[in-house]
């Protein structure tokens, strides 16, 4: 097929929740509502409040709002096609699909950026607290933020302009929602071009799994050597944590499982895994960074406590 214009991408990752449809609808709408509602919270309270316009909260709202950029990604569309009534597997026009996989990978290389970038804050925080503001100045802020964006969406272009080069000779992807290497395969062509790029990429974003790992071995050596130190490891490091094993694990099964895993094996773990760092991250970083972080959390309840006396 030397055009793919007007043609649809078969998406088979929902064939064997045909049955349940309406269930998975109002787990999937309860899902983008509450991960909405929980970032623009957070979101909400970091704007509100001086106070906590420092660079760890800047940080963390960067997150909050790629979280809603990455859920908007993939729940619409899989409201929509849980609502269908076809017995037939969802369908998704070819272009429509090149969208979603740019939106999807720019909220995943944003979301890594990010947490390293979240890693050298903490490092600067609790190894070099002296010289910390004047390391992590309001205009480094700024450059941090702005980079996380503008290289995942480069990357995230240059990745969708390879891909949307190929021929296509297929339609089924075997997942719920597009992914880079899904149409890839479905190509008639060489794409080794795509497969070296793939590799550029892997390696740019291990050299920031590697820099957060230098990180905290440096944090930690830090934290041991006084109470205070420990604390506020255990108060800032801990969260940071938790996000970034979660968004790994979740994000290298799914990505070694596309290129090397059985079709026919552990499909139902495949999907779970697949979805994981589309749906969790988006959803346990406002939570724990506002259950965890007492600055947030009490600023959360102030600003409550306002709406609720202001009703009486």
Known sequence: MENSTGRVII???????TSNKHAYFVVALLGYFFTILVNLTLIVTIYLEKTLH????????????????GASSFYPKLMVDLLSDSSLAPVISYEACLAQIFVIYSYVFCEITTLAVMAYDRYVAICKPLSYHSI?????????LFFAWLFSICESAVGVGLVARLPLCGFNIEKIYCTNWGVAKLSCVDTTVNNIYGYILTFSHISQAVMILVSYVHIVKASVRSQEQRSKFMQSCLPHLISLTNFFIALVFDIMYARYGSRNRLHALRNFMSLEYLVVPPLLNPLIYGLKLNQIRRRIFRICSRKIHALK
């Open 11 to 17: 998406l088979q990752g929902l064939n064997e929740t």
């Open 54 to 69: 420092e660079p760890m909260f800047l940080f963390i709202c960067n997150l909050c709002v790629n979280g809603i950029y």
């Open 136 to 144: 992590i100045t309001p205009r480094k802020v700024m450059q941090f």
